[in-house]
């Protein structure tokens, strides 16, 4: 099963929403990209990804272009805000789903307020790649 997550910076989101299906099921093939990918990973996705046993340090953040020649089972967009334009996809996929999240690194306001936007939108991921897992993968 290969699943691909699409952002725009593929720094936070689609990074933790990758950790979360990698540490689900070590078999699937998981990837992230970005449209327009920083390079680098949000510090503070992979320090609340840490808080809970998942090192998501390795990862890179890396273009969509690098993938576009594959075939994927899933491609799975994770922007969320209306000012926020999804990426789309133009390779072979079978299943195209959005699961839209707010982006943490545009919280503002004390450190403590910001860590809080990390955890909360983290757990969200989590959850809801859960229940893709569940549903869709295991049950499928």
């Not at 990862?59 to 491609?75: K, R």
């Not at 209306?82 to 959005?98: D, I, M, Q, S």
């Not at 403590?112 to 939108?121: D, L, N, Q, T």
């Amino acid at each position: 099963m290969k699943i691909l997550i699409l952002c725009t910076g593929n720094s936070c989101r689609s990074q933790m929403a990758h950790g979360f299906l990698q540490s689900f099921d070590p078999s699937l093939t998981v990837r992230s990209a970005g449209t327009e990918a920083s390079g680098k990973l949000n510090p503070k996705a992979v320090e609340v990804m840490k808080e809970i046993g998942i090192d998501i340090s390795h990862h890179t953040s890396d273009s969509v272009d690098l993938h576009l020649g594959e075939e994927w089972d899933y491609v799975i967009t994770v922007c969320g805000g209306a000012n926020e334009a999804c990426p789309a996809f133009t390779g072979k996929v079978k299943h195209r789903l959005h699961m839209g999240f707010d982006d943490p690194s545009h919280a503002a306001g004390t450190g403590e307020f910001i860590h809080s936007e990390f955890i909360r939108v983290r757990d969200e991921i989590k959850d809801r790649f859960l229940r893709f897992y569940k549903d869709e993968l295991i049950r499928g």
